[in-house]
């Protein structure tokens, strides 16, 4: 249960342009979540060719991430989501 049927990866290249599009946000005053830290994984994610996969940690005052419902409900997790709605 991927956005636009994909499977839920990042590559280096999409992940810093997040992080250059929530930065500009922030810089502008626009209420947005703020990075963190870029990370590598160490594995190589299949797109048009190989590329390395990464991760963008964001933080934000007050947030609730969507996807974290869709995962466990994904699963078949009702007990993963009850503490977290």
């Known amino acids: ?4 049927m994909g499977d839920g990866r990042a590559t280096v290249g999409p992940v810093i342009r997040e992080y ?3 930065e500009g946000m922030a810089a502008l005053r626009i209420p947005t979540t ?3 830290a870029i990370v590598t994984t160490g594995e190589l ?4 060719r190989m590329e ?3 991760v ?3 933080v934000a005052s007050s947030h609730i991430r ?4 869709q995962y466990f409900y994904g699963q078949k997790d009702e007990d993963a989501i009850r503490p977290i709605s």
């Open 1 to 4: 249960m991927f956005s636009r």
């Open 20 to 22: 250059l599009v929530s």
């Open 34 to 36: 703020r990075s963190l």
């Open 45 to 48: 994610v299949a797109r048009e």
């Open 52 to 54: 390395p996969g990464a």
């Open 56 to 58: 963008l940690t964001r």
């Open 66 to 69: 969507v996807g974290t419902f």
